[in-house]
T-cell receptor, first 110, second 112 residues
Framework: EAQVTQNPRYLITVTGKKLTVTCSQN?????MSWYRQDPGLGLRQIYY???????DKGDVPEGYKVSRKEKRNFPLILESPSPNQTSLYFC?????????FGPGTRLTVL | GESVGLHLPTLSVQEGDNSIINCAYS??????FIWYKQESGKGPQFIID???NMDKRQGQRVTVLLNKTVKHLSLQIAATQPGDSAVYFC???????????WGLGTSLAVNP
């Protein structure tokens, strides 16, 4: 089944404790992206990647890092999480314009 | 399930009625538009798309209308069903890249 997977689905952590949210797609898509979704603010792009080893900042990249060592994986790294990074995170991938989304990761930073 | 937004515009319809969800887009240079559906606890799911050289496109029970003169996009859902209850987002592409500009969403509630 063609899909985008994310792990973990839910995470509660404390300020400053480094964490990684993994994203994997099995559709051989070149483009991958991370979004955060907050009430009243909609979907905001954090980082995106046009292909392996090619990443770029989206609209809200502060406090996040990404890497793209393989085509299928695009992990989101929070080196020192803060409470304002409490949010619902989505990974997406595409081969053209239409993006296909993962199920989401609910992150709470205490 | 997860709440994806507070104070979203809400459309409430009776089961079996037709629904129309509207979206005003921002950029006259946008050339591609997509509608997504997000059910509670899930990621956005592609519904239908339309290019700027078209004014109407139909899918299964859904129709998208594009009015470039007033920069307006609408999604029509025929014979709305309880499973259509979700938040609906429009997205637009500006320029020849993959970046999408997202609307804030409309919540559709279907009453049985």
């Amino acid at each position: 089944e063609a899909q985008v997977t994310q792990n973990p689905r839910y995470l509660i952590t404390v300020t400053g404790k480094k964490l990684t949210v993994t994203c994997s797609q099995n559709m051989n898509h070149e483009y991958m992206s991370w979004y955060r979704q907050d009430p009243g603010l909609g979907l905001r792009q954090i980082y995106y990647s046009m292909n392996v080893e090619v990443t770029d900042k989206g609209d809200v990249p502060e406090g996040y890092k990404v890497s793209r060592k393989e085509k299928r994986n695009f992990p989101l790294i929070l080196e020192s999480p803060s409470p304002n990074q409490t949010s619902l995170y989505f990974c997406a991938s595409s081969s053209a314009v239409t993006q296909y989304f993962g199920p989401g990761t609910r992150l709470t930073v205490l | 399930g997860e709440s994806v937004g507070l104070h979203l515009p809400t459309l409430s319809v009776q089961e079996g009625d037709n629904s129309i969800i509207n979206c005003a887009y921002s950029n006259s240079a946008s050339d591609y538009f997509i509608w997504y559906k997000q059910e509670s606890g899930k990621g956005p799911q592609f519904i239908i798309d339309i290019r700027s050289n078209m004014d109407k496109r139909q899918g299964q029970r859904v129709t998208v209308l594009l009015n470039k003169t007033v920069k307006h996009l609408s999604l029509q859902i025929a014979a709305t069903q309880p499973g259509d209850s979700a938040v609906y987002f429009c997205a637009e592409r500006v320029g020849n890249n993959r970046k999408l500009i997202w609307g804030l969403g409309t919540s559709l509630a279907v009453n049985p």
